[in-house]
């Protein structure tokens, strides 16, 4: 069966720091993959997807970036972390866009001080 | 920009059917509508999805008006450990084999004892 994982649940770090956030996928090849944040009290909003090794489309220009380095590897990271990038970070991913739905992560809260 | 509208909570009685409505009078004819829910600080959760017809699965039904602009999420006989925030999303087709989802502020259901 197809699981997803995503580490850490919880972050706390201060601002100006680095941020490596990452995500793999078991069970599937090729999945398309997805990085989402959630502010307090929101619906979600799409940051990154990814249909391929290397390939990265950005939805929302901001201080963060992703990297694809394996088929079922997602990494969300930022050189310089900043106040508002606090959020709830979700990672997903689906094989055939036909399908029911998106399977998600269990999530990271990452609260920057 | 939430192509879907939904009441920002509602309360329902153990036992009773909950019905969740949505609306998305801009939804285009090849858009899918459709249903997530989120239990606190967990990653959202598939329920349904529909494009025309009303659909039925083993956790709810899902019934879509004729022109297609409002639709009703149907949790036949709701338990305590259906409170959650439930998602109303319409699926977009945005190209290189990928869609994405459109997610709103959703509906807190509370089911009361």
């Known amino acids: 069966s197809q699981t997803i994982h995503q580490w850490p649940a919880t972050l706390v770090q201060p601002v100006g720091s680095p941020l490596s956030l990452e995500c793999t996928v078991e069970?599937?090849?090729?999945?398309?993959l997805y990085w989402y944040r959630q502010a307090a009290g929101r619906g979600l909003q799409l940051l990154f997807y990814?249909?391929?090794?290397?390939?990265i489309s950005s939805e929302v220009p901001q201080n963060l970036s992703a990297s694809r380095p394996q088929d079922r590897q997602f990494i969300l990271s930022s050189k310089k972390l900043l106040l508002s990038d606090s959020g709830f970070y979700l990672c997903?991913?689906?094989?055939?866009?036909?399908?029911?739905?998106?399977?998600f992560g269990s999530g990271t809260r990452l609260t920057v001080v | 920009d939430a192509k879907t509208t939904q009441p920002p909570s509602m309360d329902c009685a153990e036992g009773r059917a909950a019905n969740l409505p949505c609306n998305h009078s801009?939804?285009?004819?090849?858009?899918?509508v459709y249903w997530y829910r989120q239990i606190h600080s967990q990653g959202p959760q598939y329920i349904i999805h529909?494009?025309?017809?009303?659909e039925t699965n083993e956790m709810a039904s899902l019934i879509i008006t004729e022109d297609r602009k409002s639709s009703t999420l149907i949790l036949p006989h709701a338990t305590l450990r259906d409170t959650a925030v439930y998602y109303c999303?319409?699926?977009?087709?945005?190209?290189?084999?990928?869609?994405?989802?459109?997610w709103g502020a959703g509906t807190k259901l509370i089911i009361k004892p």
């Open positions: 997903a991913w689906s094989v055939d866009p036909y399908r029911a739905g998106y399977t």
């Open positions: 069970g599937t090849s090729n999945p398309n």
């Open positions: 990814s249909v391929g090794i290397g390939q």
């Open positions: 801009t939804i285009s004819g090849n858009e899918y």
């Open positions: 529909g494009l025309k017809n009303n």
């Open positions: 999303i319409v699926r977009v087709w945005v190209g290189d084999s990928n869609y994405q989802l459109i």
